[in-house]
């Protein structure tokens, strides 16, 4: 990430936004289950609010700066921050109940890097686990913000082949304002077919 990307990120603007905006929209009605995978978790802005939905929160960070704020952040037993990659994740096969990532694909530096990201998750949840995922727009905006960092736009019409093709099943895509988030499951069964579902748009 750039300076800009560090500031806004470590800010307590981000941390509002994340916990009273961001993560409700992209968790609503759903149910993480007793152990979170977060990936990309950054300073926290969300961390805090995650341990409130589940009873262990193992935080995943690549950036060396950013994870040790965390652990200064975050001294609870519930939570363990980590340094690792989204692509190649450091855990157990069926290790989480949940997998969340918010704003975090697109700083993955290649279109594969993303599909190992989605096969590794998919690897590390449990049956009937699912992945929560919050992401932007491509633009000219995003572009400029992420000026000499990593953007790899995910497009939102290339999400059901990509995850389906990384072993989900139930994958949907919905629309708000400059960004969409995604949902995937885990097949409860191995055996299962996965399933697509439409997408659909609410936009703020």
């Known amino acids: 990430m750039n300076t800009l990307e560090h500031l806004f990120c470590s800010s307590s603007l981000w941390q509002r936004m994340s916990q009273r905006y961001v993560l409700p929209w992209v968790l609503s009605g759903a149910r993480l289950g007793e152990h979170v995978l977060e990936i990309g978790a950054g ?3 969300a961390t805090r609010q995650l341990l409130q939905l589940t009873s262990r929160v193992t935080a995943l960070e690549y950036d060396k700066n950013a994870i040790l704020h965390l652990k200064a952040r975050h001294g609870e037993p519930e939570v363990a921050p980590l340094c690792g990659d989204a692509a190649r994740l450091p855990f157990a096969d069926q290790s989480f109940s949940s997998v969340v990532a918010i ?6 530096r290649s279109r594969e890097a993303q599909d190992r990201a989605f096969a590794e998750a998919q690897r590390v949840l449990r049956p009937g686990g699912s992945l929560f995922a919050a992401e932007i727009n491509d633009g000219w905006m995003n572009r400029l913000v992420h000026y000499k960092s990593t953007f790899t736009p995910l ?27 995604i949902r995937a499951r885990k097949a409860a069964e191995t055996s299962s077919k996965p399933r697509v579902l439409v997408a659909s748009s609410a936009m703020a």
């Open 43 to 45: 300073y926290g802005a």
């Open 103 to 108: 704003l975090v694909l697109h700083h993955l």
């Open 155 to 181: 497009a939102p019409s290339s999400v059901f082949a990509r995850l389906t093709a990384a072993g989900f099943s139930r994958v949907s895509v919905d629309f708000r304002g400059g960004g969409f988030r």
